[in-house]
């Protein structure tokens, strides 16, 4: 088993700029891809960007340009910088790990990013 804790969410005040953290333990021998969604009210969960251990990385279009995934394998810790940051990017963002993106099978609970004047 993997636990995945994230921190970091919070209110800013759109154009602002805010980091997740999310912090791997257990099993982590099993991970290569780590990655963040988010969901936001009434709508389904989706993917914002992924990682591998390697480095290689992806990000939703919504996103691109603006939010960083980088990735610590020391620190079995996945980070994500959002930057200009807008109402709409309001959403509950969970972290997410599995030896691949189409075996992403396991989660954290979720941070909450309120992007609000």
């Known amino acids: 088993q993997v636990q995945l804790v994230e921190s970091g969410g919070g209110l800013v005040q759109p154009g602002g700029s805010l980091g997740l953290s999310c912090a791997a333990s257990?099993?982590?021998?099993?991970?290569?891809?780590m990655g963040w969604y988010r969901q936001a009210p009434g709508k389904q969960r989706e993917l914002v960007a992924l990682?591998?251990?390697?480095?290689?990385?992806s990000y939703a279009r919504s996103v691109k340009g603006r939010f960083t995934i980088s990735r610590d394998n020391a620190k079995n810790t996945v980070y994500l910088q959002m930057n200009s940051l807008k109402p709409e990017d309001t959403a509950v963002y969970y972290c997410s790990a599995g030896p691949n993106y189409f075996n992403m099978d396991y989660w954290g609970k979720g941070t909450l990013v309120t992007v609000s004047s």
């Open positions: 257990g099993n982590i021998f099993s991970i290569d891809t």
């Open positions: 990682i591998s251990k390697g480095g290689s990385s």
